[in-house]
């Protein structure tokens, strides 16, 4: 089965760093563009960063830019984000999704569960 | 940035009942349109991509259409398991951006 299974989640004070990493299975990693998206409580969802099949191009959400990376691991199947800077407002959970197509620019037809960031003192 | 706005932010409705969400763009996106469904607690499902392409294993009670910047989700004929928030996003340009969500409550 197909399937993306996110971690790394976690309380952090404001100001503070944490890696969010999601695993992916049964489909060929490297063809396909990858995104985090993520859900403040009670809010719609966010688009934050995508990065191609090849980790060769990104684009990032302007409220994350310059404080979050996004980037990949194609041998071990693994999707990271490096969250630094952190405020408040980046409590949410966060969840990685599939390309439908190999375009960067897509739907996203596979969805991990997510996993929770708080950021709080 | 491309703005989306869904209405209505929340509906009421009853099981059979034919269900119809708008999503606007605020410039043309062509047919660069998804729409998702998300209960609670779980991550969010692809329904429709290409404004009106049925995603597999969706229910053929689910439609989309439109063009440019009006857009409509329909649910011909609404199910106990369809009650839950939708989505549309546009994937014409970056940034990717959603819809508010239409919450489908029960009558």
């Known amino acids: ?121 | 940035d491309i703005q989306m706005t869904q209405s209505p932010s929340t509906l009421s409705a009853s099981v059979g009942d034919r269900v119809t969400i708008t999503c606007r763009a605020s410039q043309s996106i062509s047919s660069w349109l998804a729409w998702y469904q998300q209960k609670p607690g779980k991550a969010p499902k692809l329904l429709i991509h290409k404004a009106s392409s049925l995603e597999s294993g969706v229910p053929s009670r689910f439609s989309g259409s439109g063009s440019g910047t009006d857009f409509t989700l329909t649910i011909s004929s609404l199910q106990p398991d369809d009650f839950a928030t939708y989505f549309c996003q546009q994937y014409e340009s970056f940034p990717l951006t959603f819809g508010g969500g239409t919450k489908v409550e029960i009558k």
Request: with cysteine; charged share 15%.
């Open chain 1, 1 to 121: 089965e197909v399937q993306l299974l996110e971690s790394g989640g976690g309380l952090v004070q404001p100001g503070g760093s944490l890696r969010l990493s999601c695993a992916a299975s049964e489909f060929t990693f490297s063809r396909y563009a990858m995104s985090w998206v993520r859900q403040a409580p009670g809010k719609g969802l966010e688009w934050v960063s995508v990065v191609t099949g090849s980790g060769g191009s990104t684009h990032y959400a302007d409220s994350v830019k310059g404080r979050f990376t996004i980037s990949r691991d194609n041998s071990k199947n693994t999707l990271y984000l490096q969250m630094n800077s952190l405020i408040a407002d980046d409590t949410a959970v966060y969840h990685c999704a599939k390309a439908l197509t190999p375009a960067s620019d897509d739907a996203f037809d596979i969805w991990g569960q997510g996993t929770k960031v708080t950021v709080s003192s």
